[in-house]
């Protein structure tokens, strides 16, 4: 028993520390969960960004091209097809949303991993810091996911030196 300069008597509660990871654990889970489901809308809005900007640069630059050796009348809506084609070209790769759709999907993997992992944890009888710290390691993991490139699309990693 502590016995504070009041004069009241506090009691410490052995199980304190564990209850603190499991609320801890709990609430990285929930994060977990939030971030997955953002990621995956995310990646579904990057997809269709991509159809919708790449569709009609290809549809247009191909209408172009049949315009312009259709007769020498067509050379100027066959330009003006070329332009349009050339924007919306220009637009998804100014966006990049292929690989911003690739980047979340990344990310909802690693987000349903934090999830999984947290759901397991809390289901052990005994948490340890080690169970958070591990937990928190795969959470960078999720976040640094929206960086850098697929490591399973590009080639290995030059070495350094």
């Known amino acids: 028993m502590a016995s504070p300069a009041d004069g009241t008597t506090t009691t410490l509660d052995p199980d304190e520390p564990e ?15 939030r971030q997955k489901t953002l990621a995956h809308r995310r990646a ?5 960004t991509d159809v919708a900007l790449g569709f009609p640069a290809a549809l247009l630059a191909g209408t172009a091209g049949a315009t312009g050796l ?9 330009a003006l097809l070329a ?8 637009g998804a790769g100014f966006l990049r949303s292929a690989t911003r759709c690739r980047a ?6 690693a987000w349903a991993e934090v999830e ?9 009888h005994h948490l340890t810091s080690e169970d958070l ?9 999720a976040l640094d996911s929206y960086d850098g490139e697929d490591p399973q699309a590009g080639s290995p990693p030059l070495a350094a030196g």
């Open 133 to 141: 710290g591990e937990l928190l390691e795969l959470r960078q993991a």
């Open 104 to 109: 979340n999907k990344r990310a909802r993997r």
């Open 44 to 48: 579904e809005f990057w997809a269709k």
């Open 70 to 78: 259709a007769s020498a009348d067509a050379r100027i809506p066959a």
């Open 19 to 33: 209850r603190r990871l499991r609320t801890e654990i709990e609430r990285l889970r929930e994060e977990a969960v």
């Open 116 to 124: 999984g992992r947290a759901a397991v944890k809390l289901t052990l």
């Open 83 to 90: 332009l349009a084609s050339a924007g919306f070209a220009a």
